[in-house]
């Protein structure tokens, strides 16, 4: 095979000490990403991935494939209020989905918002709305460039017509409307003309934005400038009694939970005022709060407490009404006055109901093994005064379809159901189980077809995350579909670190035990192989963002286990992730570089410290964007250089930047289209498809 030449990547002399250990970064140039050298650097390489994907011959088939594959009309689970039902829409290859609205579930609905018409190129998205409780106003956020920055608007449902009302600086923040629909709370940032895609994020405020004013007459809520590093997350209760406020203290699955009475005014109460579990409000009768919590549980319960009975620092007496289980409880919603809880059964959903008081009082049936996740959100709505439950529900094999659940009947209704032009009758899904090192068992989903012969000569996909208390279950993806229909073994690994079996499997996959995740994912490769369904050459693995680092961590430990790696907008560089945009609050999930011991944890698996020069590293495509403002872009810059670098072997090193794109969210069809081909011929090309399959 001939070796890839690669464009230039100048080095400079910078060095750094870290508790007496000097540490190279000669790449720290391309960490600013506007400067002309590191634009001229992006084209550069760009032109020089250009260049070989070009050459595939399994490009633009697969590229026609996936165009067929994604044009199918989709639906999320709607919304009601005000007896208006919401839904996003898409009717298959629109760039963006919009926002559509009817008066029953019978009408036919309405365009509400269409972002394809705010721009030709598709990169405006609707990043959150949120419909006050009369359902009049739609509070709704617009991205630019799959940026993490948010401007609000308003727009009046009857007319479609925006009112005047515009907020601008927000960020990791949604529009939580006051019940009386007179305005809504939002998280806010001083403003950051310049710089803006990499400054620190932190000494977030709480505002409240009145219709009809313009934001400089928005009311200061809530702000802690002694706790620079807290995250505001409002809810209002369904009464309109109380502001309840969550927390974050960055990424921790931990928070704070405090409240204010609106109806009698006063100061806000520090009802939970240390960081010790996870406490998420549900709602409440008068005093009475009904809240979901870890605490004591690591896989999740739900108690009671009434807050007129606590004074000071003492929490009145808990009342557990739903116990721990076995299955780790990872969301709950009240609904007819009953609470629905989600629960993970070995990485996959069921649903439970209970009465207010904790007893059992049914189920909600699925249609199989699968997931109620919506883009990393659980997709199940309805209100505490609803007599219906909405839901989606999807897996590997079964596109995303819309249930009505009747409380009356206890029977679900299909709303929708996605027609996709793909016949998923030759494959299986089934759960198989790797001895990590030290002898935990991992589960990993895996995909295939039927009958396959165990004989080590399928290519295969390993896909994994393991990081911030995040459960991977089983979502449907066109391209995965793409992938078996060439012969591909899928297999989706449920590592430490993430929330398939509640806050003790998180926490044995964070801080100092970060390890474990890489070796999860190690076991897991090596256990394809050993089952006969892959060889090494023909293992590929892939992630993104904290997947990213996973994919770059078990890259530089194990680069003879895989043919192929796919690190995406991963945190490459562990000693100055905190220094940009919101990377600081991963220190809750990584630990800090700026904690002696803690350092000596980070540089030990850094992706980008422990390359090694004159080392054979797989195939590897890294992607990134120009506009990522959570992972910034010089994670995969500087990963990237190195790596190309050190390669000794023949496999191509190459890294793709994407523009006018961000982490991922809002990312327009036709740009996922081209992403997702060039990684399938990636794929095709270095692990032995048949090109063009």
């Given amino acids: 095979m001939t070796r890839q030449t690669y464009p230039t990547s100048r080095t400079v002399d910078q060095y750094d000490d870290y508790h007496g250990t000097v540490v190279a970064d000669p790449y720290r140039w391309l960490e600013d990403v506007d400067s002309p050298e590191t634009r001229a650097w992006i ?23 996936l165009a067929e594959l994604w044009n199918y009309p989709r639906r999320q689970a709607p919304v009601q209020r005000g007896g208006r039902y919401f839904q996003l829409r898409n009717t298959g290859l629109q760039n963006q989905d919009v926002l559509t609205v009817a008066e029953s579930l019978e009408a036919e609905a309405r365009v509400l918002l269409d972002p394809n018409e705010l721009a030709p190129d598709g990169t405006t998205a609707i990043a959150s709305w949120s419909v006050s409780e009369d359902g009049r106003h739609l509070a709704y956020g617009l991205s630019a460039a799959g940026s993490d920055w948010v401007t609000w608007h308003v727009r009046d449902v009857a007319t479609r017509q925006d009112l005047p009302d515009v907020v601008q600086w927000s960020k990791f923040s949604s529009a939580v409307w006051r019940t009386d629909g007179a305005g809504f709370y939002y998280g806010y940032y001083s403003p950051q003309p310049e710089h803006t895609l990499q400054n620190v994020n932190d000494s977030q405020q709480l505002y409240l934005h009145r219709l009809g004013e313009p934001q400089t007459l928005d009311r200061l809520v809530y702000e802690r400038p002694d706790h ?40 806000m109460v520090e009802l939970i005022a240390e ?17 979901y919590t870890n605490h004591g549980a690591p896989r999740g319960k739900v108690i009671a407490l009434d807050v007129s009975r606590t004074a000071g620092a003492a929490l009145a007496p808990l009342e557990t009404l739903i116990e721990e289980d076995a299955d780790t409880l990872e969301h709950v919603l009240m609904v007819h006055d009953q609470f629905v809880a989600l629960y993970l059964h070995d990485a996959y959903h069921q649903v439970r109901l209970f009465e207010r008081d904790g007893r059992p009082a049914g189920v909600v049936v699925l249609p199989g093994i699968g997931s109620l996740h919506q883009q990393e959100l659980p997709s199940l709505t309805g209100r505490r005064a609803d007599a219906e439950l909405f839901y989606s529900f999807q897996s ?102 993430g929330g398939e079996y509640g806050e003790e499997w998180h926490l044995a996959g964070a801080l100092s035990h970060k390890q474990n995740v890489f070796d999860d994912f190690i076991a897991c490769a090596e256990h394809l192989i050993a089952s006969g369904l892959t060889s090494a050459p023909k293992l590929a693995i892939q992630g993104r963002s904290n997947g990213g680092l996973l994919v770059g961590a078990c890259l530089t430990q194990r680069p003879e286990l895989f043919g192929a790696a796919l690190p995406g907008v991963g945190v490459m560089d562990m000693l100055r992730f905190h220094k940009f945009t919101i990377g600081w609050a991963w220190v809750s999930d990584f630990g800090s570089p700026d904690d002696p011991e803690q350092f000596k944890v980070l540089r030990a698996y850094s992706p980008l410290h422990n390359l090694r020069p004159g080392t054979s590293y797989p195939a590897t495509l890294v992607t990134t964007a120009d506009h990522d403002d959570r992972v910034v872009p010089g994670h995969s810059f500087k990963f990237a250089a190195t790596l190309q670098a050190a390669q000794a072997g023949s496999a191509p090193v190459l890294i793709r930047i994407q523009a006018e794109a961000g982490h991922g969210a809002g990312k327009p069809t036709a740009i996922e289209i081209a992403e997702r081909a060039d990684i399938l011929a990636f794929l095709v090309a270095n692990l032995g498809l048949a090109a063009g399959a």
């Fill in 396 to 497: 590997f094999t079964a596109p995303p379809a819309v249930y009505r659940y009747d409380f009356a009947s206890r029977q679900s209704q299909p709303l929708f159901a996605a027609p996709v032009d793909f016949d998923f009758a030759p494959y299986l899904t089934r759960q198989v189980f790797a001895a990590s090192r030290d002898g935990t068992r991992v589960p990993m989903f895996l995909v295939h077809r039927r009958h396959l012969a165990l004989d080590g000569s399928h290519p295969c996909l390993l896909f994994g995350y393991g990081g911030f208390n995040v459960a991977l279950t089983p979502e449907f993806a066109v391209d995965r579909l793409a992938w078996l229909e060439a012969g591909g073994v899928l297999a989706v690994a449920n590592l430490r670190g």
């Fill in 43 to 65: 084209a550069a390489q760009n032109a020089a991935s250009e260049s070989y994907l070009a050459g595939l011959p399994a490009r633009e088939l697969l590229r026609r494939r």
């Fill in 228 to 267: 620079p590093d807290w995250l505001f997350e409002p809810v209002v209760s369904d009464d309109g009694h109380y502001l309840v406020l969550h927390v974050q203290h960055g990424s921790a699955a931990r928070n704070r939970l405090f409240y204010q009475d609106l109806a009698a005014g006063g100061e």
């Fill in 275 to 291: 960081l010790e579990a996870q406490y998420s409000f549900l709602g409440n009768d008068g005093s009475r709060f009904y809240l």
